[in-house]
T-cell receptor, first 113, second 115 residues
Framework: RKEVEQDPGPFNVPEGATVAFNCTYSNSASQSFFWYRQDCRKEPKLLMSVYSSGNEDGRFTAQLNRASQYISLLIRDSKLSDSATYLCVVNARREDSNYQLIWGAGTKLIIKP | GAVVSQHPSRVICKSGTSVKIECRSLDFQATTMFWYRQFPKQSLMLMATSNEGSKATYEQGVEKDKFLINHASLTLSTLTVTSAHPEDSSFYIC???????????FGPGTRLLVL
């Protein structure tokens, strides 16, 4: 089982639609959670951190369910510029007690006009 | 936000040659830098953690003699792919740890193609 699993995608949705991304993680000791966005042939860029209480940034809403080890990202009123790959990232504790970012494989989103 | 540069952005080389990739933190000092590799349609895979002034820590399965890492200063880490082979062709990305332990700033990546 992968440490961080995401929907395989791609998601093809019309402009203006709402899109939901799901992510599960296996390490219950994980402490921090993030959503990154990666455009084609570019480096990943931090979209938002994910907090237990849930957090919102404009059209983007992130939620965390620690009991279920589940993270979500919701994009409302999607724009063409939202087309990218969305990566779920977990800061997990390693065997040597250091923390490491563990990356999901990403879900590609394609917004169609 | 913090800026991390990488050079070169793209390199094409012949099999058997060595390629050096530089990663620089431009406006902050990075005691720790990370080197990732990403194959097409796959997630980022951590190759090694580079600490200034000490030996890099390599992930399981990554050959330290093939991927040489040098972190000689607080703003520069280099990755040298020695005796490159076509299977080393990939997207190599570095990141530098910021003031917050969980914060990583990524370089723009280097696309390596070994013929």
């Amino acid at each position: 089982r992968k440490e961080v699993e995401q929907d395989p995608g791609p998601f093809n949705v019309p402009e203006g639609a709402t899109v939901a991304f799901n992510c599960t993680y296996s390490n219950s000791a994980s402490q921090s959670f993030f959503w990154y966005r990666q455009d084609c042939r570019k480096e990943p860029k931090l979209l938002m951190s994910v907090y237990s209480s849930g957090n919102e940034d404009g059209r983007f809403t992130a939620q965390l369910n620690r009991a279920s080890q589940y993270i979500s990202l919701l994009i409302r009123d999607s724009k063409l510029s939202d087309s990218a790959t969305y990566l779920c990232v977990v800061n997990a504790r390693r065997e040597d007690s250091n923390y490491q970012l563990i990356w999901g494989a990403g879900t590609k989103l394609i917004i169609k006009p | 936000g913090a800026v991390v540069s990488q050079h070169p952005s793209r390199v094409i080389c012949k099999s058997g040659t060595s390629v050096k990739i530089e990663c620089r933190s431009l406006d902050f000092q990075a005691t720790t830098m990370f080197w990732y590799r990403q194959f097409p349609k796959q997630s980022l895979m951590l190759m090694a953690t580079s600490n200034e002034g000490s030996k890099a820590t390599y992930e399981q399965g990554v050959e330290k003699d093939k991927f040489l890492i040098n972190h000689a200063s607080l703003t520069l880490s280099t990755l040298t792919v020695t005796s490159a082979h076509p299977e080393d062709s990939s997207f190599y990305i570095c990141s530098a740890r910021g003031l917050l332990p969980e914060t990583q700033y990524f370089g723009p990546g280097t696309r390596l193609l070994v013929l």
